[in-house]
């Protein structure tokens, strides 16, 4: 059982050096519907959102699997996850800085907007010029994809301590 994004590269390539039956399920929903024979072994895509693997994994578990759980997903990845995750529960706004087409930064927008409704993912400090913020902020979280250049998270840095609030 892959856990994680089945159109994914990294999902396309698991699958591809799988020597016998596999199935991807990318939800809760989806691992409640696993009918599966025998032992299996669960890993996930490295990107993927702790918190969903660890539900999925728990799914499995109760439905009674002899399951080998193999945490695949990136400890650098779990860090950020969980660090946007506790910045976004106090932060009046928060932005993600990532590539449009990057998984990991999708999901820390989607942790970070789940506990902060003002929170706008962007690839360039330009792009935070329609960004609207709240009327009263005091503070404002930032977090990045793994593969954002440093300098691109210090130019935001930069725009948003000349903000005056």
Known sequence: VIVGNPAHPEIIGICGWCDGPYTVVKTGEEAEGLDIDGDITVVAQTTFQHRKFSQIVEIISKKGYNANVVNTICSATKDRQDAAEVLSKTADAMIVIGGSASSNTRRLYEIASENCPNTV????????????????????GITAGASTPQNIIEEVQKYVRGIDF
Not at 128 to 140: A, G, R, W
């Open 121 to 140: 993912c962007i690839q360039k400090p330009d792009d935070l010029v329609t960004f609207k913020l709240p009327e009263s902020v005091n503070l404002i």
